[in-house]
């Protein structure tokens, strides 16, 4: 295709734009087949109660083994997928699989934490998330509350689809709303309220501005009160030092997820974990920050 570069010329061949368009349709080509050879796998990350210290959830996260390319990252297939509709049976996947986790921890004896999915509005707009996800916990006679979810800002507020009405039949359910990469979006408060949101996880990037910057700390401060006038939990991404750590239990922030406590793992050494949930030593609240 024809591309107007900056001098106003045209240009008619781009290598680059070539290389990326042509990996991406193979990735696409792939990806059509991957669900059926049975190439996609959930890791679990573990999210941590900055109070106690102990695990109070595990997020499912995909991972998609390419027979050639190794592991491809979500961000690289998920947008594809979205954009081929391949979202509608990769998401079904991925709450079937929760789901069937959950019930083989269950069988080997563990005591179960909820566990956390990501859905992208697509899977909102091609079918109801929500009749899939009531279905496989009956199946599997799981609690509600044995399942979380958690939308973008982008998704809660994505147009021509009835967020609203999926999400309040979630809550039927009992499985609870996170906000995930809160402050990337473009959410209002309204919103927020409105559409009954649980829970704030508060975009990595802020977590790692905390202890840069008397800005970042302040920023933070900020989102954890707005967050409890709404009456809903904040959760840190992105965890990595103790630096952070000490500041968010400072900040009174609910719970933390991160390399620090533990980076996405698969389904055998997660069930480790539930054997023994208490994941640190926490610092005491009381704790006087210095900056
Ligand atoms: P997310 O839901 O915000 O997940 C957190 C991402 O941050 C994960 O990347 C996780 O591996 C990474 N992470 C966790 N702790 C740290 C840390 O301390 N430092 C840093 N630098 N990164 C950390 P991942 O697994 O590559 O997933 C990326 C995104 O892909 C997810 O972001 C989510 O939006 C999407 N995704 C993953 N699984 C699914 C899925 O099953 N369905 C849908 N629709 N989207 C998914
Ligand atoms: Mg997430
Ligand atoms: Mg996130
Ligand atoms: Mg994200």
């Avoid at 980076?263 to 055998?268: E, K, N, Q, S």
Wanted: one cysteine or more; charged letters at 20%; aromatic letters at 6%.
């Amino acid at each position: 295709a024809a591309k107007r570069d900056r001098g106003g010329k045209f240009r008619f061949f781009d290598p680059d734009l070539y290389i990326a368009a042509t990996a991406r349709a193979q990735l696409r080509h792939s990806l059509q087949g991957a669900l059926a050879a049975e190439q996609f796998e959930l890791h679990y990350q573990p999210r941590v109660d900055l109070a106690t210290g102990r695990l109070c959830s595990m997020e499912a996260l995909l991972r998609w083994r390419h027979p050639d390319l190794g592991m491809v990252p979500p961000a690289k297939f998920i947008p594809i997928a979205e954009e081929s509709g391949l979202i509608g049976p990769i998401g079904r996947f991925v709450i079937e699989e929760a789901c069937h986790q959950l019930a083989l921890w269950r069988t080997a004896g563990l005591a179960l934490v909820p566990v956390s999915i990501n859905v992208s509005a697509h899977q909102f707009a091609h079918e109801g998330v929500h009749a899939h996800l009531a279905m496989h916990l009956a199946r599997h006679h799981l609690a509600g509350a044995m399942l979380e979810v958690e939308i973008t800002e982008s998704a809660m507020v994505a147009e021509g689809v009835d967020v609203q009405r999926e999400l309040a039949a979630l809550r039927e359910l009992g499985v609870r709303l996170h906000v995930d990469d809160f402050g990337t979006g473009y959410s209002s408060l309204a919103q927020l309220q409105r559409l009954n949101m649980d829970v704030l996880k508060i975009d990595r990037a802020f977590t790692s501005e905390l202890t840069v910057s008397p800005e970042g700390r302040v920023l933070f401060q900020a989102i954890v009160s707005m967050a409890k006038a709404l009456d809903m939990a904040v959760v840190a991404e992105g965890v990595e030092t103790a630096g952070q750590l000490e500041a968010l239990v400072a900040l009174g922030c609910d719970e933390g997820q991160g390399y620090l406590f533990a980076a996405p793992m698969p389904a055998r050494q997660a069930g480790a974990l539930l054997g023994r949930p208490q994941m640190m030593t926490m610092p005491a609240r009381s704790i006087e920050m210095s900056m």
